[in-house]
């Protein structure tokens, strides 16, 4: 088994742990990963699951920062003025014309010098109580530095910081809008998307209600302690209606993603609605009183009422088969997805550029935008789809259930799932009480 770069990252931060904890290696890293990291007494919000939490921390440490000792020089920090260029800075330093054309030369090939920007600090390391350079250090960001080195022969270096990798858990409870209430809790919009890209096929995220609740078991990455960005999602849990949705996540060979509890693979043929933020304003009928007809006919489509200009999606993989216009459809678009199944969109204020008869689209592309033309009383997209030449009512199909993954599998993903269910079971679900509680709080 391969161990990606990150498991790597954890197994060499494991190597550090004191006795007495013992390390079970089953089926690779998210077992003894998810073991280490979490204290299963906590039930805190975020709870960090630092492994470098278990080390001791040395009290009197030396004031060391870029690898620099840093109480043996003198640190001069500044500020790069606008219009202050590398070689401006450095001639208020005791160097040569030619030992700083040639730092710049060797610089530049390790640094795009043009990065160096007005308002950014930098610092110069000198010799005690003189202008004699030994090095030169600017963060461009908190992922490195460019290190110039002035003493005995110039060198110029740009170094990558180290990126820890810390397993957390987050919860939420939905007070607004997830988005709302995931960010209020301090999770990162890329979280927010992985864990909506992990549930959107089996949770209604355009729905969500006040009181659902989330929980995610992440990757965590952090420089100098200080958290960067998020790695993999190992698991999410969704709570909806009443209703609980595990995400676990599982790689073998080249397949990974996300499958639900039994093993079947969460990524759907089709997805729910060809559009986001909307609502059924009509379903599928064989007898509806047509609103601009005036007559009983039926309704061979299910209408999803959205704000106009809303993108429409193709609900699956396939070929444009028609991108047209006629006075009941208005612009429409037609996409063959296999020989059974076909779908339609109707009434687009326009067809998306570049959708055309023959054109290949995926799963969630922009095919058009929500409109009102043909006959149409509001803006609104009628969805119909086709299995096998008949036209049907979507939502009754089975087209959404996957086959579980290979049986051969199911073992080990029954361990990594029960671990991480246990895991996310650990931590608490946030209790409506509770945010009434904060709220007394804070607003008294
Ligand atoms: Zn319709």
């Known amino acids: 088994m391969k161990l990606p770069i990150s ?14 904890i013992s390390i079970t290696l089953v089926s690779g890293i998210l077992m003894y990963a998810v073991n280490f990291s979490i204290k299963d007494s906590a039930t805190d919000f975020n709870l960090k699951a630092s492994l470098s939490e278990l080390n001791a ?85 908190q992922y490195g530095y460019l290190k110039l080195d002035f003493r005995d022969t110039l060198s110029a270096s740009y170094v990558k910081k180290n990126i820890q990798t810390n397993l957390k858990i987050s919860k939420g409870i939905v007070s ?64 909806q209606n009443g209703k609980d949705y595990y995400a676990i996540y599982y790689k073998k060979g080249d397949k990974e993603g996300y499958y639900d509890l039994e093993g079947r693979p969460m990524k759907r043929f089709f997805l729910k609605a060809p559009v986001k933020f909307s609502r059924i304003s009509s379903g599928f ?17 299910t209408d999803y009422a959205a704000a106009a200009g809303t993108p429409i999606m193709t609900v699956g ?22 020989a059974t199944y076909t779908t339609q969109y109707l009434h687009m204020s326009r067809i998306a550029k570049g ?21 149409a009383t509001g803006p609104h997209v009628c969805f119909r789809f086709w299995k096998n030449g008949v036209q049907c009512n979507h939502l009754r199909e089975k087209t959404g259930e996957n086959p579980v ?6 073992p080990e993903f029954f361990k990594i799932r029960d671990e991480v269910v246990r895991k996310l079971n650990v931590v608490k679900k946030t209790s409506p009480q509770n945010i009434m509680d904060e709220g007394t709080e804070s607003h008294p």
């Open 176 to 239: 607004t809008t997830l988005s709302e209430s995931m960010t209020e809790n301090g999770l990162s919009y890329d979280l927010i998307d992985k864990m909506e890209d992990a549930l959107a096929y089996t949770v209604d995220f355009y729905h969500v209600q006040k009181n659902d609740n989330f929980k995610v078991l992440y990757e965590d990455h952090a420089i100098d302690g200080k958290s960067v960005g998020v790695g993999k999602m190992y698991g999410a849990y969704f709570e």
């Open 57 to 141: 921390f040395p009290l009197d440490m030396p004031n060391v920062k870029y690898d620099l000792l840093l109480d043996t020089m003198e640190v001069r920090s500044a500020i790069i003025k606008p219009d202050q260029f590398m070689v401006d800075i450095l001639k208020s330093y005791e160097l040569t014309e030619d030992q700083i054309n040639n730092i710049i030369l060797k610089a530049g090939k390790v640094f795009d010098l043009t990065k160096l920007r007005a308002g950014k600090s930098y610092s110069v390391m000198c010799k005690k109580l003189t202008e004699t350079p030994y090095y030169f250090i600017y963060e461009p960001d």
């Open 285 to 301: 009928s064989l007898k509806r009183f047509h609103p601009v007809l005036k007559y009983n006919r039926p309704h061979f489509g």
């Open 405 to 410: 993954m290979n049986k051969s599998d199911l």
């Open 7 to 20: 498991v790597i990252r954890l197994f060499s931060k494991i190597k550090q742990i004191p006795a007495p």
């Open 355 to 375: 959708i055309r008869k023959g054109v290949r689209v995926t799963q969630g592309q922009t095919i058009g935008y929500v409109g009102s033309t043909g006959l």
């Open 317 to 338: 993989n396939g070929v444009i088969i028609e991108a047209s216009r006629n006075p009941f459809n208005g612009n429409y678009v037609k996409v063959k997805h296999d």
